[in-house]
T-cell receptor, first 110, second 116 residues
């Protein structure tokens, strides 16, 4: 069973920041928070991951609360190509298995 | 560029046919690979863990005799859907961890299997 809770869908405007929330209240100290996205009919694409600290890369930023029970994925300037299903996944440090929940369907509108 | 290659991208075949799907890690070795299945409008479901040099580990409810997995080398895992039937039609996706530690898994582009 997925250990995360995400809103089923959200819309955002092209060029604006998209903030995707994720709750993982039962996360343990040795579990990462990973974000992937899946564009229609393609394999999932890795976005970013973190353990305790906030992270940023060329695609997005990941903000993890101090208690680690929730996080937010930030797409700084959403484009139409960012329309996808976004998955927030909690993964143990020593286990590569990924358990996908329903994710958030993000639609970027012009 | 892609780090995990999956082939074929699409297969259409008759009921009763066995279908083999290949998953290759490009420019890195993968002692472990994963196979997922995704039905329309649903999320990915892990089917099995492919282990180089040993038997695959199947998730509960996945028939190991139906879905044969062979991890022939450090860069290749194959999934064979034996005697496929229409209910096996699905999107099959493989993945491989890039390296040890906190590195992410990378996914192939998936195989769309349609059984007529």
């Amino acid at each position: 069973d997925a250990k995360t809770t995400q809103p089923p869908s959200m819309d955002c405007a092209e060029g604006r920041a998209a903030n995707l929330p994720c709750n993982h209240s039962t996360i343990s100290g040795n579990e990462y928070v990973y974000w992937y996205r899946q564009i229609h009919s393609q394999g999932p694409q890795y976005i970013i991951h973190g353990l305790k600290n906030n992270e940023t890369n060329e695609m997005a930023s990941l903000i993890i609360t101090e208690d680690r029970k929730s996080s937010t994925l930030i797409l700084p300037h959403a484009t139409l190509r960012d329309t996808a299903v976004y998955y927030c996944i909690v993964r143990p440090i020593n286990d590569y298995k990924l358990s996908f929940g329903a994710g958030t369907t993000v639609t970027v509108r012009a | 560029g892609a780090v995990v290659s999956q082939h074929p991208s699409r297969v259409i075949c008759k009921s009763g046919t066995s279908v083999k799907i290949e998953c290759r890690s490009l420019d890195f070795q993968a002692t472990t690979m994963f196979w997922y299945r995704q039905f329309p409008k649903q999320s990915l479901m892990l089917m099995a863990t492919s282990n180089e040099g040993s038997k695959a580990t199947y998730e509960q409810g996945v028939e190991k005799d139906k879905f044969l997995i062979n991890h022939a080398s450090l860069t290749l895992s194959t999934l064979t859907v034996t005697s496929a039937h229409p209910e096996d039609s699905s999107f099959y996706i493989c993945s491989a961890p890039f390296s040890s530690g906190d590195q992410p898994q990378h996914f192939g582009d998936g195989t769309r299997l349609s059984i007529l």
